[in-house]
């Protein structure tokens, strides 16, 4: 739902910050109060465009922002993206230099994600909208979506899956041929790539890597070479050896045998510690053949990459593919009956859950029937016919189905589309009636009626009002409307009005306590208030209220 939208100098809105609950809100107001604007302003935030001609005169830039309740495909949707899935609060804004922006939860975004996000959140219809009910090519997956059956459905796409892919290899093949040069040529690039013998497609890598630890391996040689001078060949060793030959002698002498001792132990030590660091650096694990090997391999690899333009993983790819190619030249008539029997039992698997699709459709299709012309009766259209019709459609991973909405609104009119049906008011009742059933279908959390009750007045426009309440008690529904019927109907009423001074005007939404909605009710009713007019209008809120429980 949306709890929260705050708006500031958005055309003749000045600033407006409104809290809204989750059932059925109305909005009323005289022609040219800025419904229309209020509106445009939800439609702004759930991604439609924002324009400089938006701008309140006289001011720097337009502000809209929105916070909707998070549900669970919200949270999942923020959370992959990187967001903190508590809240959803869309800003927009833009300045009088075009520049525009979006924000979620205060940070920048952009408008194609928010509405992604908030595509089948949120649903603004007006009375002429060509609605995806109405747009047949929506029909089937409509259908689909009452019938609730997606792991069917996937299931059903693998299968369809699986025989297309065969399908086109037999298709592939059957087209394949090869003259004897293009036949030498694969021969020739297989032999190559068998000769390479590709095993590890990271080989490439590795050889880099330990040729490179060679390099720096003979970096180290001269090091080495100085540390074993350094210690060796008359050095510090040789040295410390010669004096431990002395040192019986000098052990002699009380007040120093410690001292000689002392530099003994620190031979042996060094000695020790000596050993260890040649040990360390002195390792050539290759051996000169080992590296002139490397070395020619990372060649032929290199050579064989470039080549071909492909990484060994990639060769590994080609390689596969011309084997298939010879195999099938070579056995061409025998892989494609093998294909043709593979295929024939891909399809025929296919084929056979299809029509098990098809007849859980036709069999919900009678309920969906009997649904629509419920809530159509319930609308006043009592002799409304309604039918879903199937025709054959060529094999799609959606099944053998093609399906159109049908609706005849009169006695002893044929049916026909959705999209003919002329009466703007008897559009409006069909949508409604359509929407109360699949709105919750898919997902929708705010459904907007912008004035769909024109052409409609007394009973006909409390059936609406109570239609929608009904729908609000599962979606937050807001509604737009002149007629006093329909904003009896709501829980709660707010009246957007225009205030003009010399300088400026403005447009404000507030919302209306029990007496000033019986006012406004009976300015709807009758454009003048009175204790006849306030008398009428309070039955009229009362029998609403009552209906809509």
């Known amino acids: 739902m949306l709890s929260n939208l705050y708006i500031k100098d958005f055309i003749l809105i000045d600033e407006l910050n409104i809290d809204f609950k989750n059932d059925f809100s109305v909005f009323t107001g005289e022609t040219g109060a800025g419904k229309s604007i209020f509106i445009d302003c939800i439609g702004c935030l759930i991604g439609d465009k924002l324009t400089v001609s938006m701008i309140r005169q006289d001011c720097e830039k337009a502000i809209i922002e929105g916070s909707f309740n998070v549900d669970r495909n919200l949270s999942k949707k923020l959370s992959e993206a990187g967001y903190d899935d508590e809240a959803f609060i869309v800003t927009r804004e833009i300045n009088t230099d075009g520049r525009s922006s979006t924000r979620l939860n205060q940070r920048n975004t952009t408008l194609s994600f928010v509405k992604e996000c908030l595509a089948d959140y949120v649903d603004i219809h007006c009375q002429h909208d060509n609605q995806y009910l109405l747009n047949e090519k929506y029909h089937l997956s409509l259908l689909d979506q009452y019938c609730q059956f997606d792991d069917q459905l996937e299931k059903l796409a693998h299968l369809y899956k699986e025989y297309s892919e065969l399908e086109k290899e037999y298709d592939r093949l059957t087209s394949t041929t090869f003259s004897a040069a293009q036949l030498e040529l694969i021969e020739y690039q297989l032999k190559e790539l068998d000769n390479l013998a590709i095993t590890n497609i990271f080989e490439d890598v590795e050889i880099q890597n330990k040729l ?324 009428a209008a309070a039955e009229l809120l009362e029998k609403a209220q009552k209906l809509c429980r």
């Open 212 to 535: 490179k630890a060679v390099a720096e391996f003979e970096k180290q040689q001269k090091t080495i070479t100085e540390v074993k001078q350094l210690f060796t060949e008359d050095g510090i060793l040789d040295k410390l050896y010669d004096f431990t030959k002395l040192a019986h002698i000098l052990s002699n002498f009380d007040d120093i045998k410690a001292n000689v001792e002392n530099i003994i132990n620190s031979y042996y030590l060094i000695a020790d510690d000596y050993e260890t660091i040649l040990s360390k650096l002195d390792l050539n694990i290759y051996s000169d053949e080992e590296i002139d090997y490397l070395n020619s391999r990372l060649y032929d690899l290199q050579r064989i990459k470039r080549k071909y333009n492909a990484s060994l993983q990639q060769l590994l790819q080609i390689e596969e593919d011309l084997k298939s190619q010879l195999e099938a030249f070579s056995n061409k008539e025998f892989i494609l009956a093998r294909l043709a029997r593979q295929k024939e039992q891909a399809y025929s698997r296919y084929y056979d859950y299809a029509l098990e699709i098809s007849r859980i459709r036709k069999h919900k299709a009678l309920q969906l029937t009997k649904e629509i012309l419920t809530e159509l009766n319930d609308l006043s259209l009592e002799n409304v016919r309604f039918e879903v019709l199937f025709e054959e459609n060529k094999a799609s991973s959606k099944g053998l189905d093609a399906v159109r909405f049908m609706i005849s609104m009169n006695t002893g009119m044929p049916l026909q589309p959705l999209s003919k049906v002329a009466s703007g008011g008897e559009l409006s009742r069909l949508m409604l009636g359509l929407k109360v059933i699949f709105a919750k279908l898919q997902g929708s959390k705010l459904i907007i009626f912008d004035e769909i009750d024109a052409g409609v007045s007394g009973y006909v426009a409390l059936n609406i009002g109570v239609k929608m309440a009904k729908l609000a008690k599962d979606i937050q529904v807001f509604s737009v409307t002149h007629l006093p019927s329909v904003a009896a109907c709501g829980k709660y009423h707010y009246l957007i009005s225009k205030e003009q001074t010399l300088d400026s005007t403005s447009s404000t939404v507030s919302e209306l306590n029990i007496e000033q909605r019986i006012k406004e009710l009976a300015i709807l009713s009758s454009s003048t208030v009175s204790k006849t007019t306030l008398s």
